[in-house]
């Protein structure tokens, strides 16, 4: 698993450089993922699973939480539970199909916390340099001194479980990463000649940030933000796991996976459920990364 | 060079001191403290004052904390709330057997993920590099908790070939039912360096094959063999941090492999001392295995230094 964080490099000026061709990036970029068939059937996968979480409901009958004693840990193929049911005779297939919605929420959640407040730290860093540059920077350093699981479960640990601390956990363990990569080539673009001009003709920091900054830098940070998903999922799911983050009852795939582990000795295959959907989702998460940082022409 | 090394290390301790101050930060949010976990809240307040002065909190927030950092100073790290014990002894035994599982995973995870990255560079498009990266993100993305839980099901639960929990008499691992123990929970803490390396590494060698330099050397009529040392070496700088990041992920993110297989290193430890509430053990490894995680990554940019001269700035 990347328990690491997945490492920035820090010179790419190829992407500076790319990212800066202007106003029909976007466009180039669609057309490249478009012919990217390995890709779209990975983003169609992701769909699905988010579709089934919105809409579980309607894909299953049963309740999430409420099971029957009499029906525990029945194997794949049971009658009325294709899946068989977990170790209080809740049906297996209901609870991974709700279970995605905690997953998805708390492997996406944390991630866009943080590029919007590591974004906008780095960025700001980035462009005025000097103290403010070294303040952010420096503490950001603090923070990487944590190894990432070790800093969610602390603070999960000291603070409490739940499904906010285990965002906020996870928040904080993605904001020093953003940071550093959105500070990088935001210095990087600074220094460039269109950004001077823009400057001594009279535009004002936010306008050039908007304008000049932004549309130049979005694209590598967001590459970056999109490889650290396939980590918050499995991180997310790791607390549950340990009793930390989601809490039970609540279906979670970390959750399941704990109350599950017990029941390898009786059935392997459905203790091992919840913990392929989490591969699933991080994986696919993965690949699309890959694929989006090739259309995107980023080297993250 | 001497400078350099100075210089970095000068750097660590204000890194240190943040890290000492956030632990702290979080012992303080902590809903509750020692009074609250000891004696049940019906306790006459007399009792409740004096405990809360025996562990110093009735001082100011500032004044506790620079009682802590003067201890942790001399290397007091204090008294275990549940056990009475020194939270010294416990925890760097602990960290002995974290070390134990962490520095076989390391050294495998790092060789195979050398030789996959290597591999599927030199061999770009065809077959081998296909196999071998779908490997590598396979292992990137994988929840190793849940690798630990599959590897139990199969070769403890259905084969019966290895143990499936704990890690036996303890101790170096000298006898071969020893080492049994060790087999699972390695194979499964390797996965994480073994995907991330041989991605970086692929992608590395690969960026270093298309300069320049490397068709001049093969122009000059260099043996493959010297080539392939010459790319290794341009390559190897960010490999080896890498590394080193991955063996301080190994040490300070063991709590998840080590809940897996019960195995007591300072990640199970970490466990216990959150669901007893017992503060100076959680707040001494977090700072312990943090502290750590530091000062490989000192080590790691010293070496890096050493191998590549450009980085000495």
């Known amino acids: 698993m990347a328990i690491s964080l997945p490492t920035p490099a820090l ?18 970029v ?8 390995f890709t779209l059937v990975v983003i169609a996968v992701l769909l699905c699973l988010v579709l089934m979480a919105i809409f579980a409901p309607l894909i299953t009958v049963y309740d999430p939480q409420q099971g029957s004693v009499l029906r525990r840990l029945k194997g ?12 209080v005779g809740r049906d297996l297939w209901t609870r991974i199909v709700y279970g995605g919605r905690y997953s998805l929420l708390a492997g996406t959640l944390p991630v866009g916390l943080a590029l919007l407040v590591g974004g906008l730290l780095g960025i700001v860093a980035g462009y005025r340099g000097g103290l403010l540059n070294t303040l952010i920077m420096r503490g950001m350093d603090v923070l990487y001194a944590f190894p990432s699981i070790l800093l969610a479960v602390a603070i999960c640990g000291m603070l409490g479980s739940g499904f906010g601390n285990t965002v906020l956990a996870l928040t904080i363990t993605f904001i020093p990463p953003i940071v550093r990569i959105s500070e990088s080539v935001t210095t ?9 001009a823009a400057r001594t003709s009279g535009a004002s920091t936010l306008t050039v940030i908007r304008y000049h900054i932004l549309s130049n830098v979005l694209a590598p940070i967001l590459v970056y ?3 650290l998903i396939s980590l918050s999922i499995i991180l997310a799911a790791g607390l549950s796991f340990l009793g930390l983050g989601i809490t039970p009852p609540n279906p979670e795939w970390g959750v399941m996976l704990n109350g599950l582990r017990q029941a390898i000795w009786v059935d392997p295959t459905i203790a091992a459920l919840p913990g392929g959907m989490i591969f699933l989702t991080s994986m696919c998460f993965n690949l699309m990364s890959d694929g989006l940082r090739q259309a995107m022409d980023v080297r993250v | 060079m001497w400078a350099f090394a100075l210089r970095r290390l000068l750097h660590t301790i204000p890194i240190l001191f943040g890290v000492s101050l956030i632990v702290f930060l979080l012992v303080q949010l902590m809903p509750g403290d020692a009074a609250d976990i000891l004696i049940p809240p019906e306790a006459p307040p007399d009792v409740r004052a004096a405990l809360r002065a025996a562990f110093g909190l009735d ?16 290397g ?3 008294v275990s709330i549940f056990t009475n014990q020194p939270v010294a002894s416990e925890l760097f035994s602990a960290l002995g057997n974290t070390l134990l599982l962490a520095l076989p995973a390391a050294l495998l995870g790092f060789s195979l993920g050398v030789a996959l990255g290597m591999l599927a560079a030199f061999n770009r498009g065809r077959w081998p590099d296909r196999l071998f990266s779908a490997i590598a993100i396979a292992g990137v993305s994988l929840p190793h908790y849940w690798v630990g839980i599959v590897l139990v099901a199969v070769f403890a639960v259905i084969l019966n070939w290895l143990p499936a929990q704990g890690m036996g008499a303890g101790g170096v691992p000298t006898s071969w039912a020893q080492i049994q123990h060790l087999i699972l929970p390695v194979a499964t803490l390797s996965l994480i360096p073994m995907g991330v390396v041989s991605r970086l590494v692929r992608a590395n060698v690969l960026e270093t094959l298309s300069q320049e330099f490397v068709a001049t050397l093969h122009a000059k009529g260099l043996r493959p063999a010297r080539v392939l040392l010459h790319v290794t070496r341009n390559a190897a700088p960010a490999a080896l941090a890498l590394m080193g990041l991955q063996l301080g992920y190994l040490i300070g993110g063991s709590i998840l492999v080590e809940t897996v297989f019960n195995w007591p290193g300072s990640g199970g430890l970490m466990n216990l001392a959150i669901f007893r509430r017992d503060v100076p053990v959680l707040s001494a490894t977090i700072l312990v295995l943090a502290a750590i995680f530091v000062m490989i990554n000192l080590l790691v940019d010293i070496l890096q230094a050493v191998i590549d001269p450009r980085i000495r700035r």
């Open chain 2, 59 to 74: 001082q100011p927030v500032y004044v506790q904390y620079a009682l802590w950092l003067r201890r942790l100073m001399v």
């Open chain 2, 76 to 78: 007091d790290l204090g």
């Open chain 1, 30 to 37: 669609w057309e490249r993922l478009r012919t990217d068939y």
């Open chain 1, 76 to 87: 794949v193929g049971f009658a009325g539970h294709w899946l068989g049911t977990d170790e």
């Open chain 1, 11 to 28: 010179d790419s000026p190829a992407a500076v450089a790319t990212a800066a061709e202007g106003k029909g990036y976007w466009r180039r």
């Open chain 1, 188 to 196: 990087q673009v600074r220094g460039l000649d269109f950004v001077e």
């Open chain 1, 225 to 227: 933000a999109t490889s």
